[in-house]
């Protein structure tokens, strides 16, 4: 009878934890095309992870550096939430939250390197398939940006970074097939992130590349300057022009987004400690916009100002914690990775990160539903890396300890 009552745990355990694996797969694989199934699947794998935790009656959670950042975070959007002009709308937007939990499914249920290589191929794979069919929109509506599934800002995030993953891969990857299929990725999703016209994402993409670069080998850095200087000799005039006004004020998109962030720098002075709350800001920018103004924005154009306009010092102060300390991650997943597989995974980690910080100094990225959750997907594979790494030296010190 009792064997009986194990063996049956034992299966349900197994059941749990091949479709926690399962689920993960879906969200990776729908990642770029739907944000429903996305996150219809994340929440399967959030359940299976929990329901699996019940039946074994104890916590299958992986401890990171990042907790005490989450809590803060998380302290700061509730604070704001209290003193927020539009209570309703800010509970709405506490959901963003639940993303967070995509980091510690994942690094809690990737058991093994092989498990991590996958979910990395599916993810490349989704990403270069989304990239081909958004070239394939452009060709047949040159006058369009690439927008075949979302808008523009979405598809640049998304093809920005896995045209870093892809490149992680293709750098670090020994074996030559998976290597030039990389670099394939990296080329279609690089060709779709420029049809996107998102300047912020190419910037994002070049700062990212020059990092990894100079992680892999010193002298690649000089290589990705002499290639953006080659694109850009090469591309149409139109792109020319939207690339030698990057960092002209006068520039038309340029003086919009000055114009947003000191309007949000007026918000902010009336609401400094816990900001307006959590909140699409168009009501509240109506009320402070300039008389030059015609239109108000429920973003602005910045993770930063956003986050001040909103959640206050406060949260500003919590989320650059919370961006540091993973940033502190990652760096340090990458010094300690040893195996190829978990060396591209850290690269890919840290410099996808890298774009994304850079990407959002000229876009609400955070606050992008596609985006953010591949942020967090990235940042939990890392985690997942970590734990990886740990084991394997915890196995290379039972050797030592006991010689045969």
Known sequence: MREGSIDTTGSLDRTLAAITRGALYVTVAAMPFSIAVTQTALAVAVLA???????????????????????????????????????????????????IATVYVVGSNV???????????TFLLAMSLYSLWGVGSFVVN???????????????????MATVVAAAVACEQKETRVRLLALAAAIANGVCLFLTNTRGSWLGLAVALVVMASLVDW????????LAILAYLAVPGEYKARVSHFFDP???????????????????????????????TGAIYRQY??????????????NFVHIAVTLGALGLAAFTFLMVRI????????????????????????????????????????????VATLLWWLVGMVVA??????????????????PG
């Open 49 to 99: 992870w929990l329901s699996r935790m019940a039946v074994q009656r104890r916590l299958l959670l992986q401890r990171t550096s990042l907790e005490l950042a989450f809590v803060l975070y998380v302290a700061a959007e509730l604070v704001a939430l209290v003193f927020s002009v539009n209570v309703p709308n800010a509970v709405v937007y506490l959901k963003r939250l639940l993303l």
């Open 111 to 121: 058991e093994s390197e092989r498990t991590l290589q996958r979910l990395m191929a």
């Open 142 to 160: 040159p006058s369009v940006r690439v927008r075949h599934i979302q808008n523009s800002m979405t598809a640049g995030g998304l093809t920005m």
């Open 219 to 226: 002298r690649l850095v000089v290589v990705v300057p002499v």
């Open 250 to 280: 006068h520039y038309r998109t340029n003086a919009y987004r000055i114009t947003w962030w000191k309007t949000g720098w007026r918000i902010f002075k009336d609401h400094p400690v816990t900001g307006v709350g959590d909140i699409d």
């Open 289 to 302: 916009m300039g008389p030059e103004e015609t239109q108000a924005v429920g973003h602005f154009h910045n």
């Open 327 to 370: 940033l502190l991650l990652l760096v340090a997943a990458r010094r300690a990775a040893r195996s190829p597989a978990l060396r591209e995974v850290t690269l890919a980690g840290l410099c996808g990160f890298v774009a994304f910080l850079v990407n959002g100094l000229f876009e609400w990225n955070y606050g992008d539903a596609e």
């Open 385 to 402: 890396a970590v734990v990886l790494t740990r084991r394997s030296l915890a196995v290379g010190a039972m050797v030592v300890e006991v």
